[in-house]
């Protein structure tokens, strides 16, 4: 049974850093476009970064985020750092067949339950 268990959420200051980790079993995360997205309330679940080979990331994370995954642990993980207010939402780990151009989450098939950051001081 696949399954897709995201941690390592929790409150931070501005300018702080988390590193999320996304814990996959009954599926090899090397197989599939992996990507991590997140939901703020109110708000479309959007694209943070998709993964098939090489990482792309959204513009509002770039030069902040970094994905790298463990293949032995079968786990991926999000690096965050410069973490702004705005990067306050639920994030969610997923795979899928292919990353699209937006990174919407249209290309992705399995998504974890999430795991919820909040940056405030």
């Known amino acids: ?8 959420g929790g409150l ?3 300018g702080g850093s988390l590193r999320l980790s996304c814990a996959a079993s009954g599926v090899t995360l090397e197989s599939y476009a992996i990507g991590w997205f997140r939901q703020a309330p109110g708000k479309e679940r ?3 970064s998709c993964s098939t080979g090489t990482t792309r ?4 994370v770039k030069g ?25 939402a ?10 699209t151009l ?5 290309g992705m098939n ?12």
């Not at 990331?57 to 509002?60: F, P, R, V």
């Not at 639920?90 to 990353?99: D, L, P, S």
């Not at 937006?102 to 249209?106: D, Q, R, T, V, Y």
């Open 57 to 60: 990331y959204a513009d509002s």
């Open 46 to 48: 959007e694209g943070v």
């Open 12 to 14: 931070v200051q501005p």
């Open 90 to 99: 639920t994030y969610y780990c997923a795979v899928g067949h292919y990353c």
């Open 1 to 8: 049974q696949l399954q897709l268990v995201e941690s390592g």
């Open 64 to 88: 902040r985020f970094t994905v790298d995954r463990d293949n032995a642990k079968n786990t991926l993980y999000l690096q965050m750092n410069s973490l702004k207010p705005e990067d306050t």
């Open 110 to 121: 399995y998504w974890g339950k999430g795991t919820l950051v909040t940056v405030s001081s």
């Open 102 to 106: 937006s990174m919407s989450p249209a």
